[in-house]
């Protein structure tokens, strides 16, 4: 299948604040539901594991939308008895009001508007720095420096979480979207999103363009997703 290069979902444009609401929170339950959320969050465990307990972990998610894996990150570390500060970083406006509202009772957050080619951070500066369903979003000229920036700020793992592009996950998120109860918006982009994924082929030459050697993709075809860790 090839990859619909230049393609544009409703997301990537600008959408009534409403329909964005609606549209993040079905991207919420859906990872929710078939496991997005879980795979990001066992590769923050495993760092968190291999890390000084009395140690504050920091996480960056990039492309982090309203905050919903920032959230589960910090709703983890609680029961973990963990000290995590988790950054959002969005370049959308309205998505980071909306990331602002929505985390607004975990003083473990904070929300930035940055764009992922040039993230506003030290290097090294965080533990984790994932971008779950963000990368799909970017074409390769913005995919490569966003990648680079994100290897730059990272001290420990990049995690990037994604759709796969096969014609089983592009069945699986059709039917997804037409037999749960979503909002238009995600009908459409839902379905677009698997076309514009990056295939591991396709990932491994991003990744190397950036300047990142040592990174592993694992498959789920059954969840239509990717995991992608560099150190």
Same mark, same amino acid.
């Given at each position: 299948?090839?990859?619909a290069e230049g393609a544009r979902e409703y997301l990537d444009g600008?959408?009534?604040p409403a329909d964005l609401a609606a549209t993040l929170a079905?991207?919420?339950r859906l990872n929710a539901w078939f496991g997005g959320h879980a795979l990001s969050l066992a590769r923050v465990r /495993? *760092?968190?594991a291999h890390a000084p307990p009395e140690r504050t972990l920091r996480i960056v998610d990039v492309g982090g939308?309203?905050?919903?894996f920032a959230r589960r990150?910090?709703?983890?570390?609680r029961r973990a008895g963990r000290r995590? /500060? *988790?950054?959002v970083v969005d370049d959308d406006a309205e998505t980071a009001r909306l990331a602002i509202a929505a985390c607004a009772a975990y003083p473990d957050i904070a929300v930035l508007r940055a764009d992922a080619t040039a993230l506003p951070l030290a290097a090294g500066a965080a533990d984790v720095v994932h971008a779950g369903l963000t990368l799909h979003h970017l074409e390769p000229d913005a995919a490569v420096p966003a990648l680079r920036e994100m290897r730059r700020a990272c001290r420990g793992r990049v995690v990037v979480n994604d759709l796969a592009r096969t014609p089983l996950a592009l069945g699986l998120v059709w039917l997804a979207t037409r037999l749960l109860p979503v909002h238009p918006m995600s009908r459409h982009d839902g379905p677009l999103s698997v076309r514009r994924a990056y295939a591991p082929s396709e990932?491994?030459?991003?990744?190397g363009a950036a300047g990142v050697t040592r990174a592993t993709v694992t498959r789920y075809p059954w969840l239509a997703r990717l995991v992608v860790e560099a150190t």
């Open positions: 299948m090839r990859r600008r959408v009534p079905d991207l919420d /495993r *760092v968190a939308g309203d905050g919903a990150v910090v709703r983890w570390a995590v /500060r *988790v950054l990932l491994g030459a991003l990744f």
